[in-house]
T-cell receptor, first 111, second 116 residues
Framework: TQLLEQSPQFLSIQEGENLTVYCNSS?????LQWYRQEPGEGPVLLVT?????EVKKLKRLTFQFGDARKDSSLHITAAQPGDTGLYLC???????????FGQGTTLQVKP | ETGVTQTPRHLVMGMTNKKSLKCEQH?????MYWYKQSAKKPLELMFV???????ENNSVPSRFSPECPNSSHLFLHLHTLQPEDSALYLC???????????????FGPGTRLTVL
């Protein structure tokens, strides 16, 4: 069974701090997506990375796909309270073509 | 209405009740999905429909019964549920059911289900 492990599971930081969330697997994924889910809402897609080693930036968020396409990271610079939410990574299995989700990282940014 | 809508937003039911969750997408997509989101567990894909035809059923207990009357509407009929079925049930849609890097899924806000 393919699994995506996210770490940390919970993160509480002060406004202005930097943070990194990791998404790891022993399996290869053909692409990987990052979602953010706010309380009372469904997940919203932030980015899709496809190529090993790919780096994408979305304002203060930087996403990286590992060279071997088994892992990914999300780095947030100068976090703001509006960044608070549940961050989910989801990988498209290279074997089955199915979308597999990690268990999520809950981020709390205090003003 | 825009995007993906779900009703009701909250539902409390007893183990002997029968209820239904409704999902509607206003995006002109061909694929619709039901997911279960439990605390501290990954999203679990339950069912996938493509053009009203069920294309995936991930070993979901028969007490959950999906229905897709057309490509814009998706229902999840519930009966004789267990307390462990309490969770957030999310509906999503996408242009195509085949996974691809360009195939973005759009999620509804979910129905928070509590089974007593």
């Amino acid at each position: 069974t393919q699994l995506l492990e996210q770490s940390p599971q919970f993160l509480s930081i002060q406004e202005g701090e930097n943070l990194t969330v990791y998404c790891n697997s022993s399996s290869v994924f053909s692409s990987l997506q990052w979602y953010r889910q706010e309380p009372g809402e469904g997940p919203v897609l932030l980015v899709t990375v496809v190529t090993g080693g790919e780096v994408k930036k979305l304002k203060r968020l930087t996403f990286q796909f590992g060279d071997a396409r088994k892992d990914s990271s999300l780095h947030i610079t100068a976090a703001q309270p509006g960044d608070t939410g549940l961050y989910l990574c989801a990988g498209v299995s290279g074997n089955t073509g199915k979308l597999i989700f990690g268990q999520g990282t809950t981020l709390q940014v205090k003003p | 209405e825009t995007g993906v809508t779900q009703t009701p937003r909250h539902l409390v039911m007893g183990m002997t009740n029968k209820k239904s969750l409704k999902c509607e997408q206003h995006l002109g997509h061909n694929a619709m999905y039901w997911y279960k989101q439990s605390a501290k567990k990954p999203l679990e894909l339950m069912f996938v429909y493509s053009l009203e035809e069920r294309v995936e059923n991930n070993s979901v207990p028969s007490r959950f019964s999906p229905e897709c009357p057309n490509s814009s509407h998706l229902f999840l009929h519930l009966h004789t549920l267990q307390p462990e079925d309490s969770a957030l049930y999310l509906c999503a849609s996408s242009q195509d059911h085949r996974w691809a890097s360009y195939n973005e899924q759009f999620f509804g806000p979910g129905t928070r289900l509590t089974v007593l």
